[in-house]
């Protein structure tokens, strides 16, 4: 039987973008269905989303986080890390691992921009929920 509780973790960098995401997923998953964590920024949440998913706990774990370019490479070996350690954590545990990880190519601290992304995670929120259900869905079929 697949777990009916979801992981969802949030990287602090931008928390205020970030956080969107996980309203987002509310909109979908009821609140009491979702165990919260946060780390400190991207880099971290591979470890510990194949920490949850190992757990046997949680039906998908979610990951959200901002990585911005500071005008140095450092984004890209960041965001290209996260991602392949999230998919590694989801394919060595067989627990889905969802990422709603955004690296845009031209961030600027502006309030347009800010209000841009705030409503773009909420969008992207929305849609690990609906992967995270339909996932679930197919591997209890699957299970029958």
Not at 33 to 59: K, N, T
Not at 112 to 129: L, S
Request: proline share 4%.
């Amino acid at each position: 039987m697949t777990p009916t509780r979801y992981a969802f973790i949030k990287a602090g960098w931008h928390a205020d973008i970030v956080d969107r995401a996980l309203e987002g997923f509310q909109q979908l998953v009821p609140a009491e269905q979702i165990d919260v964590f946060d780390v400190p920024g991207a880099f971290e949440m591979p470890l510990l989303s194949r920490d949850l998913a190992a757990s046997g706990r949680y039906g998908a774990v979610i990951a959200a986080a901002f990585v911005v370019d500071g005008g140095i490479y450092r984004h890209e070996f960041v965001a290209q890390a996260v991602v392949d350690g999230l998919m590694r954590a989801g394919m060595d545990t067989g627990v889905p691992v969802l990422s709603v990880s955004l690296t845009p190519h031209h961030y600027q601290e502006t309030e347009h921009h800010q209000q841009i992304y705030r409503a773009h995670f909420v969008e992207k929120g929305r849609e690990a929920a609906r992967a995270a259900l339909m996932i679930g869905k197919t591997r209890a079929a699957l299970a029958a």
